[in-house]
């Protein structure tokens, strides 16, 4: 038995049970295997040896694209301040249009990178993957289907990314369509109109719906 739930039973309306943060992570397969970058480069870029000065260009020129696209986009990039970041990028929120990048933040993170160890006297290079903290940028977007979400994109190879879902703000769009009172209260729902509505609601997600949203950001936010 729940003793939270003996003690505290009389005071609850309604309950209901649904995700609440969920992460994808998103990888390039053979960008995670140095050889297989090495191949890369040289069949695709004629590049060859692969040096810390390629990758470093390489990043360069994904930041460069995210700058680009965030005039584009009019989505500030800022760097975030110390405290809760869903906090700090909530007046962003405010009258958003579907599927609209509201703002990007820019932060140094930890991150697995591709490396270049040698001698750049005599162009000797070996690639290895190792933990680094890095610039990164997380997108936070009104997705039109998922409501508030963001996108992580690592811009130093093998760009890795990370996609953060949350499924309270995919039920609050549900219910809107459906015409269902409720009240959000960040992750959590304080009231609603028909709470055996919700349940059924939020037993309907699927893996698709997270791949489908997953691979559309992914596909926007690669240059």
Not at 24 to 29: D, E, H
Not at 31 to 52: A, D, I, K, N
Not at 139 to 167: H, K, T
Not at 206 to 214: H, K, M, P, R, V
Request: net charge positive; with cysteine; charged share 25%.
């Amino acid at each position: 038995m729940n003793a939270f739930y003996e003690h505290h039973k009389d005071s609850i309306r309604f309950g209901y049970r649904c995700f609440d943060r969920i992460l994808l992570n998103g990888l390039i397969q053979p960008f995670q295997q140095p050889e297989r970058m090495v191949g890369f480069f040289s069949t695709y870029r004629h590049l060859h040896p692969v040096s810390r000065d390629i990758l470093r260009g390489t990043a360069e020129q994904f930041q460069l694209w995210v700058k680009e696209q965030a005039e584009k986009w009019n989505a500030p990039i800022v760097e975030p301040p110390r405290g809760r970041r869903d906090e700090f990028v909530d007046p962003s929120f405010r009258d958003a249009r579907p599927d609209q990048v509201v703002v990007i933040l820019k932060a140094r993170e930890p991150a697995r990178i591709m490396t270049a160890i040698g001698d750049k006297k005599v162009n000797r290079w070996h690639l290895q993957i190792a933990d680094r903290w890095v610039v990164q940028y997380n997108f936070y977007i009104s997705d039109q289907y998922w409501g508030r979400m963001f996108v992580r994109m690592c811009p130093y190879l093998p760009f890795s990314a990370r996609v953060c879902l949350n499924q309270h703000h995919w039920l609050a769009n549900r219910m809107r369509e459906e015409g269902i009172d409720f009240q959000q209260c960040s992750n959590a729902f304080l009231r609603c109109g028909a709470p055996e509505r919700l349940q059924q609601l939020a037993d309907t997600l699927t893996a698709e719906d997270l791949a489908s949203c997953g691979r559309k950001w992914l596909a926007r936010l690669t240059p």
